[in-house]
T-cell receptor, first 112, second 115 residues
Framework: GIQVEQSPPDLILQEGANSTLRCNFS?????LQWFHQNPWGQLINLFY???GTKQNGRLSATTVATERYSLLYISSSQTTDSGVYFC??????????????FGKGTLLTVNP | ETGVTQTPRHLVMGMTNKKSLKCEQH?????MYWYKQSAKKPLELMFV???????ENNSVPSRFSPECPNSSHLFLHLHTLQPEDSALYLC??????????????FGPGTRLTVL
């Protein structure tokens, strides 16, 4: 099946710093989503971005589908950005064309 | 608030108990999912329902039994669980099961502990 690798696995920042999270995937995809899981377990969808660039406030994401990677940028980080960031991809192939495969996530800690 | 609710939020049960997890979505979606999240592991897809029909059983043991009475509700019935089944169980929904423009919305999860 498709492989999803996220880096770094852990990241510690001071409030106000910028960061870049990376997601590499092993096959062509037609669905890629970034999620944020807060410390209480709630997963929030940040971006649906199978290709191109999107921005939402301090967050932006870029997916280069031909090179099989996606980047999530967090600018001016805040303590509320802490949590785990997941990349999930979907491959339109055969009978499992609705199946999202998740990476292991990046654990982000933003200190005040 | 994502429009997907789950109850209970926390559950502790013995290996001989029978319990059920409930998920409800208020988004008008047609597809619903159960995921398992264990410590230090990626989310694992367990079951998928599309228009109330089960379309995926990802080799899940029979001690987990899903039920989808309508497109808004999804249950996970639990019986004779093992301690290794302790995990966060997440429910999600999407417009349909097709991948194109198929954003999944997650509930807050049920933290299950099996003693």
């Amino acid at each position: 099946g498709i492989q999803v690798e996220q880096s770094p696995p852990d990241l510690i920042l001071q409030e106000g710093a910028n960061s870049t999270l990376r997601c590499n995937f092993s096959d062509s995809v037609n669905n890629l989503q970034w999620f944020h899981q807060n410390p209480w377990g709630q997963l929030i969808n940040l971006f649906y971005i199978p290709s191109g660039t999107k921005q939402n406030g301090r967050l932006s994401a870029t997916t280069v589908a031909t090179e099989r990677y996606s980047l999530l940028y967090i600018s001016s980080s805040q303590t509320t950005d802490s949590g785990v960031y997941f990349c999930a991809v979907g491959l339109n192939s055969g009978g499992s064309n609705y199946k999202l495969t998740f990476g292991k996530g990046t654990l982000l800690t933003v200190n005040p | 608030e994502t429009g997907v609710t789950q109850t209970p939020r926390h559950l502790v049960m013995g290996m001989t108990n029978k319990k059920s997890l409930k998920c409800e979505q208020h988004l008008g979606h047609n597809a619903m999912y159960w995921y398992k999240q264990s410590a230090k592991k990626p989310l694992e897809l367990m079951f998928v329902y599309n228009f109330k029909e089960q379309t995926e059983n990802n080799s899940v043991p029979s001690r987990f039994s899903p039920e989808c009475p309508n497109s808004s509700h999804l249950f996970l019935h639990l019986h004779t669980l093992q301690p290794e089944d302790s995990a966060l169980y997440l429910c999600a929904s999407s417009q349909d099961r097709g991948l194109v423009l198929n954003t999944q919305y997650f509930g807050p999860g049920t933290r299950l502990t099996v003693l």
